[in-house]
């Protein structure tokens, strides 16, 4: 075995169908369905910029599923072990625990939502509280409707994908809260609320949910003003964290702008020979770049199996500044022109990128977004990455 | 024989537990859909060393602290309950050292061993304090698995749970109980127990006894598996005399957690949180330890002390023939609870005149594991769950409910708080109970996890 995927939605595919093309022998290790989040994204908006065509998610899945012929290991990874030469992959089965060993590691376990108590929600702890994406699964792939006067926080792309799933089943969405003064979707997806006439409170907060059995009310406030919204659901869509629990435990860092771990340009995090991709390097809102990651990832893969390690070098570092919350990977190779992603931190009209090697005009931003750019840097150097408004 | 135990807490379950040892027939009666779902599934859940309690003031509840906190030792390990002996620290300065001396007095005359004082940094490094009243006999255990696992044992030896079955009345005929009136219809009974925890002032009320319980909520943060640091013991502010204060331990499951504060509200229902209390929280424990900060916080929640008049345990008999209470079981009640029981159980035995059973069984099946993994958080299988459903129904839990799971397992109970794998969860006791999976709950009725099937609403 040459590299352990763990996980196979986009990131994770992508990088194994990749390694495979390079000549690398794979197994991709899924606890749950092949395609990670695609499957339950029954609505269009991916693979644009890879096919150049307008996919469902389950469509792309099985695009995905159907061009990676290699090894896939049913079961949980539950630890990873690092050794420069021997990764070592503990997972659970249904069949019992099986050790996998390999040089390297593709890291694309996705991301998980930020729940109520996270986002410091408080009140009753009640039935009707759910997050986007268990309300997406129950609806999508089980059949239950979750409840039928919904109040939605966060204005961001699941949000509002949620917002019509639900409106065109009957549920009556009461509001959308978002914490921001603007919206956080896709232009796209904020055509939603006009459509189905949900109303978007800005700069509110959702902080208390009151009821016995299950959601009655909750409290939304902004500044001094509050109101009792009543409802009986209540959604979380406030954001994705990647999972990183066994790289932080394998004792990769992570970085605390992008709840990531640090990365090279091969996307090789700090443990060498562990590679990241996806939603567990960076939080992605197109999966194309889920899957281009999954491709670095698996390129740098080969590239420590062929040379016996990334070939040592003066890594420049990228400083994440003005307007920039932040930028992957972290450090880059001198003289070389890389892919990185960068996150604006506030949507500006007319903004101008700054890299090392040049200005970039951008016109309109919005941190939902993210900026996908090539990046080249001198050695010796820091490598400043800010937006001017 | 027969006697009739109201309330299915931690109190309720010891109690019948140790009546399974004799000869009589018992029936423990619970409002709620599973046992342990009142005041003893959301505490701090410290078996305490028992050093604050003031044996003049408060004579019961010193002793069975003392004698509980001895009880657990034997009882997590026959009964597998997920425990710690850790010790506790009370963390004081130098102007606290006469207040830490007092306690460490009184812990001597409840016949606590081991207690010193010490340099709190010598014990634990990032303590914010100079000196602390150590008592090495102090531990943890997850309260709503104790209380499952004692139940468990009690129906292994013949006790009956009656779940979402509420004592409605008592019958008395010339000063004696005669029967219990419940939802399901009523029971005759040679004797009632009562152990209703926040209500047991309305079941003596039924007997025509007085009793006040008035509710004091505390609130709590968990913070996540991976968010430290964390202490090795429980560390305590000095106390003062509403409540033990603001806590800060790793629990039993290795989360770091904070609380309770002590606020007396009206109502008995009213475990919500608050901004202001876990702020309040948050607060006081950042005295004592360096907190993560609050956006690593998982949980927040709340319990409510049932708080007695006059502060002590109200424990035995009564001036009704047969009634006897185990009744005010504020805190230690969780620590006291093995020992009342065993009280209560001898005292009932010697009225009654019943006789020991010759065969008792101590012990209760290990937990099963196989399959792959559900919560992706906690590690549990889709054999251990399915291992839950099935000790569920030896109990006669009527209802499916993802809690029930959740306290047999810890499944839904970590980092992603069951987003991923609540569903999964419900789906299997969906085709366990034979019910459409929207109605499985998370909480007993009334909190189902939908309101129909998709497209339900268009038709
Ligand atoms: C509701 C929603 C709507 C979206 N809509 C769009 C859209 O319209 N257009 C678009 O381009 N993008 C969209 N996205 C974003 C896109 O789906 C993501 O960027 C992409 O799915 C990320 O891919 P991934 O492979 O990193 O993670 P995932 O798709 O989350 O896959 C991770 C996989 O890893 C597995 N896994 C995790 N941990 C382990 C472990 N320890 N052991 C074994 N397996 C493990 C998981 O089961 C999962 O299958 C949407 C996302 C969401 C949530
Ligand atoms: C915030 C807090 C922190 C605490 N910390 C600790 C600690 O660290 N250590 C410690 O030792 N103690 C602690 N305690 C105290 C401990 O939790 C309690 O003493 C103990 O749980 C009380 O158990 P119980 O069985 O008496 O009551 P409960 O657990 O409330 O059980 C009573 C049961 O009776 C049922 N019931 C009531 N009325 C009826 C009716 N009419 N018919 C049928 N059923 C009925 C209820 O549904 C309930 O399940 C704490 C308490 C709180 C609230």
Redesign the pocket.
């Known amino acids: 075995m040459d590299v352990v995927v763990i996980g196979g939605g986009p990131a994770g595919l992508s990088a194994a169908i990749r390694a495979q093309e390079l000549g690398l022998k794979v197994v991709v290790v899924e606890e749950g369905r092949l395609g990670g989040i695609l499957p339950q994204c029954i609505h269009t908006g991916f693979g644009l910029l890879t096919y150049g065509e307008d996919l469902t998610g389950p469509e792309l899945a099985h695009r995905l599923i159907n061009s990676y012929q290699g090894e896939v290991l049913r079961g949980h990874a539950a630890g990873l072990e690092y050794s420069y030469h021997r990764k070592r992959v503990r997972v659970i089965t249904e069949g019992g625990t099986v050790t996998l060993e390999a040089p390297t590691v593709i890291y694309a376990a996705g991301a998980r939502e930020r729940h109520a108590h996270e986002i410091g929600i408080v009140g009753d702890r009640v039935a009707g509280i759910y997050t986007a994406g268990e309300a997406q699964a129950l609806m999508d792939l089980y059949g239950v409707l979750p409840g039928r006067e919904v109040v939605i926080v966060g204005s961001g792309d699941v949000g509002l994908i949620m917002a019509r799933r639900l409106s065109l089943e009957g549920a009556k969405v009461k509001a959308v809260v978002e914490m921001l003064p603007y919206p956080g979707g896709l232009a796209r997806n904020l055509m939603i609320l006009r459509d189905f006439n949900i109303p978007l409170l800005l700069n509110h907060r959702v902080v208390e949910v009151r009821g016995r059995g299950r959601v009655e009310r909750v409290k939304v406030v902004s500044g001094s003003k509050e109101e009792w919204i009543k409802c009986d659901t209540l959604l979380v869509s406030a954001g994705l964290v990647p999972r990183v629990k066994l790289l932080r435990r394998a004792g990769a860092i992570i970085d605390e702008r992008t709840s990531g771990p640090l990365v090279n340009d091969r996307l090789e995090t700090s443990l060498p020979g562990i590679f990241a991709a996806g939603n567990s390097l960076v939080i992605n809102d197109l999966v194309d770049y889920a899957m281009e990651q999954g491709r670095i990832a698996a390129e740098g893969a080969e590239e420590f199996i062929r040379e016996g390690g990334i070939p040592s070098q003066d890594w420049v570092k990228v400083i994440p500044g003005d307007n920039v919350r932040s930028v992957v990977p972290q450090l880059i190779s001198p003289g070389r022109e890389v892919i990185a992603y960068v996150r604006p931190s506030k949507p500006l009209n007319d903004a101008t990128l700054t890299l090392p090697n040049g200005r970039v005009r951008l016109g309109v931003i919005k941190p939902s977004e993210m900026l996908r750019v090539r990046v080249k840097a001198e050695e010796g150097g820091v490598a400043h990455v800010e937006i001017q408004g | 024989m027969r006697v009739a135990v ?7 379950v010891c109690v019948a537990r140790e009546l399974s040892r004799y000869r009589v027939e018992v029936h423990v ?4 859909p599973d046992v ?5 599934k ?7 060393a028992c050093y604050d309690d003031d044996p003049e003031r408060f004579p019961v509840r010193a002793k069975a602290c003392v004698e509980g906190n001895r009880m657990w030792r034997s009882l997590v390990e026959e009964l597998s309950i997920p425990h710690s002996w850790d010790g506790s620290m009370v963390v004081g300065d130098e102007e606290d050292l006469p207040r830490l001396r007092e306690l460490l007095r009184r812990g001597i005359r409840n016949g606590v061993p081991e207690l010193r004082i010490v340099e709190a940094r010598k014990l634990e490094p990032l303590i914010k304090g100079e000196y602390a009243l150590y008592a090495p006999t102090a531990g943890q255990i997850s ?1 709503p698995q104790a209380v499952i696992a004692i139940a468990e044992s009690a129906a292994i030896n013949g006790v009956r749970f009656h779940l979402e ?3 409605k009345g008592i019958r008395v005929k010339s000063g004696e109980v005669e029967a219990i009136i419940t939802n399901e219809g009523e029971v005759r009974v040679d004797a009632v127990v009562n ?5 047991a002032d ?2 003596a009320g039924m007997v025509g006894l007085p009793m006040e319980i008035r509710p004091r909520k ?1 609130e709590y943060l968990i913070f996540d598996e991976d968010a430290g640091p964390k202490p090795s013991h429980i560390i305590f502010p000095v106390p003062s005399e509403r409540s033990k204060g603001v806590v800060v331990t790793t629990e039993v499951s290795g989360h770091l957690m904070v609380g ?1 504060n002590a606020n007396d509200v009206q109502d008995k229902e009213d475990v919500s949180t608050t901004v202001e209390g876990l702020r309040e929280v948050y607060g006081k424990a950042s005295k004592l330890w360096p907190l993560p900060p609050m956006n690593k916080v998982i949980r927040s929640f709340a ?4 708080e007695p008049r006059g502060g002590d345990f109200i424990l035995g008999r009564t001036e009704v023939g047969g009634f006897y209470n ?1 009744a005010g ?9 093995p020992a009342v029981g065993k009280e209560l159980a001898s005292m009932i035995a010697e009225d009654l005149e019943l006789d020991r059973k010759l065969r008792w069984k101590a012990g209760r099946p290990l937990p099963v594991d196989g399959g792959g993994v559900v919560c992706r958080c906690n590690l549990v299988t889709s054999g251990r769950v399915r291992w839950a459903i099935e000790r569920m129904r030896f109990l006669g839990v009527k209802t499916p409910s993802v809690d029930s799971v959740k306290f047999r397992t810890s499944a839904t109970a970590g980092t992603c708080q069951g987003s991923f794998c609540r569903v999964h969860i419900a789906r299997m006791l969906a085709e366990e109970y034979g019910v459409p999976l929207w109605q499985v709950t998370l909480k007993g009725k009334g909190s189902e996890l939908g309101v129909g099937d998709v497209k339900a609403l268009v038709i």
């Open positions: 109201v309330g299915a807490g931690i109190t309720g009666f619970d409002a709620k342990g779902w009142g005041v003893s959301a505490n701090t859940g410290l078996i305490h309260p079955t509420e004592v152990a209703a925890g926040l209500k309305e079941v505390g309770p319990g409510l002390r049932p185990a079981m504020r805190s230690p009640g969780l620590t006291a609870a």
